[in-house]
């Protein structure tokens, strides 16, 4: 018998990067796993890769009418929920005299407005003793440049994950939050050419304490911990970022 047999989880932003490693983990281990992205040919590979315990739900986390039906698709498919990964998000690199308000309102929109509907929208369909994550950034506390909009949004997610702990708490349900650090996720190459993309990830991982950069799975192991496993801990933030915000 697998750790996670029989488990419903459902994974925001599921079909790349952090999300579909999450899955992965929890497939392997026995668990059935709703993810959602936007991109079809992501979500299908995606799909593909996990197998038949997954299902794959193409889904934008900034529409409030999407995330509205995806909480009816994971009632219709699992009933109830014993775990939510609301990890949804983009990046965004921009000077603060050069952002924009369209980039402002695209990183708010995606990376705060998106967890917090899909977290109120899906919470009537968690099982009490269930655990939520929502993804942060170490971004919120450092105060890096080009990414102002990007760590505001980010910060607001830290602030929320408290205030949902607080106000899901009754229900026995833990609200946590992960935060990576430089994590070699291909997140890069979606927002900036290949080569600065490059030269983006030699220097982050000459700047980080353990001189690398992490991985996508070292993520959802933190990720896994804190929804199953982290069963007096609500309201945290697991940083996962080499002791780059840390030391």
């Known amino acids: 018998m697998s750790k996670y047999d029989g488990k419903r989880v459902v994974i925001t932003g599921g079909s790349s990067g952090v999300g579909l490693a999450t899955a992965q983990l929890l497939v392997d281990e026995g668990a059935r796993v709703l993810i959602t992205g936007r991109g079809q040919d992501a979500l299908d ?34 009933g109830t929920v014993d775990a939510l990964f609301a990890n949804a998000g983009v990046n965004g690199f921009a000077p603060f005299e050069a952002t924009s308000e369209e980039l402002f309102d695209s990183l708010l929109s995606i990376n705060t407005k998106g967890p917090y509907f899909t977290v109120q929208k899906l919470a009537p369909l968690l099982a009490e003793g269930s655990g939520v994550v929502l993804t942060t950034s170490v971004a919120n506390v450092l105060g890096l440049p080009m990414l102002s909009a990007y760590a505001a949004g980010k910060a607001a997610v830290r602030s ?88």
């Open 45 to 78: 590979t995606a799909r593909g890769q996990l197998g038949a315990q997954a299902i794959a739900v193409r889904s934008d986390a900034a529409s409030l009418p999407d995330i509205g039906a995806l909480a009816d698709r994971v009632k219709a498919e699992f």
């Open 160 to 247: 929320m994950t408290r205030s949902l702990a607080r106000e899901l708490l009754p229900r026995r349900i833990r609200v946590n939050a992960v935060s990576p650090g430089p994590i070699d996720s291909g997140i890069l190459e979606k927002s900036m050419p290949e080569e600065a993309a490059a030269r983006t990830k030699t220097q982050m991982a000459a700047e980080n304490p353990m001189l690398r950069m992490g991985n996508p799975t070292e993520v959802a192991r933190a990720v896994v911990f804190l929804a199953f496993d982290a069963t007096f801990t609500t309201g945290a933030e697991l940083a996962v970022d080499g002791g780059g915000s840390q030391i």
